[in-house]
């Protein structure tokens, strides 16, 4: 699986953003994608998580009430909706997948094998 993220930049607090992601391969069966971030000096953190067969979704507390994830079965493409920003959401974006995800491991940025180039969201005060 090969994964293209798009979006990212810089905005102003209390902005919004939308990353989106293109995959290509296999998308069936147990495939998940999500946006993990990696900031300086933070662990990493998957923020948004989906699993194609049923659409379930996870959320990080942080990203709760905010940040929602689509996707568009048809372009394999996922999107992350990013609202009312904060100087903490600046991060390094990663989009990520997995082929054999399983629910329970949808918050695990070592469960995905598979990452696209990050994408850089800058969030100003």
């Known amino acids: 699986v090969q994964l293209q993220a798009y979006g990212g930049g810089l905005v102003q607090a209390g902005g919004s953003l939308r990353l989106s992601c293109a995959a290509s391969g296999r998308t069936d069966g147990s495939y998940a994608m999500g946006w993990l971030r990696q900031a300086p000096g933070k662990e990493r953190e998957i923020v948004a998580a989906?699993?194609?067969?049923?659409?379930?979704?996870y959320y990080a507390d942080s990203a709760k009430g905010r940040f929602t994830i689509s996707r568009d079965s048809a372009k394999k493409t996922v999107y992350l909706q990013m609202n009312n920003l904060g100087p903490e959401d600046t991060a390094l974006y990663y989009c990520?997948?997995?082929?054999?995800?399983?629910?329970?491991?949808?918050?695990?940025?070592?469960?995905?094998?598979?990452w696209g180039q990050g994408t850089l969201v800058t969030v100003s005060s």
């Open positions: 990520v997948a997995d082929n054999a995800m399983i629910l329970s491991n949808m918050a695990n940025p070592s469960a995905y094998k598979n």
């Open positions: 989906l699993r194609w067969r049923g659409g379930s979704t």
